[in-house]
């Protein structure tokens, strides 16, 4: 069984392969270790491992496991999942990166809940497949919602995806990789207007390498860092 730190370095180590494979300094793309369900102890292991980003869905769980975790100032939190907008006051103002930003009526709430929106960073989630089962926008509403968030006065520095389960008989992998590439030609189009919109949110541990060939800065990578995933989130004992 390997541990934990062994994981993490395997997965650096796909991150550096990749990036090589493509032409692309390692340290341009950001690991996020993807903690759901699993318990503040092993945040703290990968933290003593070299972890420094950490990826949560859900905002009941990042809220109380960021509490308990005694992270140091270097550590980031990230909301992967989707965020209502009655929650938006719970995120906001904590220095977590906002992945899920999807529709203009949360870049709203947000706006208005935040004590400072320009330090308020979110990237904007499509959904590049037009799976039915994910969120995000559409391709065609991203430019009008970035202009948005942007006038509202968020820090909006990217785009997020998670692409469609493939077709039957497809690798995933292979499927993922033309929807990467649509999110990075929209992020490049986004880029020439809004040249804070960098960041490329895309690859999970069964897609990375087509991720990062992609372009990808940020890869959200639980299964491979922390292993299979509990069936329920974690919460503090009552
Ligand atoms: C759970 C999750 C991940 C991590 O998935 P793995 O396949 O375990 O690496 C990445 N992104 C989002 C949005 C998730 O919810």
């Known amino acids: 069984m390997s541990t934990l730190a062994q994981r993490l370095d395997a997965v650096q180590q796909r991150i550096a392969d990749a990036a090589e494979v493509a032409g692309r300094d390692p340290a341009d793309v950001t690991l996020v270790a993807v903690s759901k369900t699993h318990a503040p102890e092993d945040v703290a292991d990968a933290i003593t491992a070299g972890a420094t980003h950490f990826g949560e869905n859900r905002v009941q769980e990042l809220v109380a496991k960021a509490e308990v975790v005694d992270a140091p100032s270097s550590v980031q939190w990230h909301l992967i999942g989707p965020l209502q907008s009655n929650k938006a006051q719970h995120v906001v103002d904590r220095g977590w990166w906002l992945h899920g930003v999807d529709r203009t009526s949360l870049v709203d709430r947000l706006a208005r809940v935040a004590q400072r929106p320009g330090d308020q960073r979110v990237l904007v989630q499509v ?64 880029a020439r207007e809004h040249a804070d919109v960098t960041e490329l949110s895309m690859g999970m541990s069964a897609d990375l390498e087509a991720a990062v060939a992609e372009g990808a800065t940020m890869v959200r990578i639980g299964t491979a860092v922390f292993g299979a995933r509990g069936t329920a989130p974690w919460q503090p004992a009552a």
């Open 127 to 190: 959904n590049v497949g037009e799976d039915p089962a994910k969120h995000g926008c559409t391709v065609e509403e991203a430019p009008s919602l970035v202009d948005h968030a942007v006038r509202a006065g968020l820090a909006v520095r990217g785009l997020m995806t998670v692409p469609p389960l493939p077709p039957d008989g497809v690798d995933a992998a292979t499927d993922a990789r033309r929807h990467f590439q649509a999110l990075r030609e929209l992020r490049d189009r986004l």
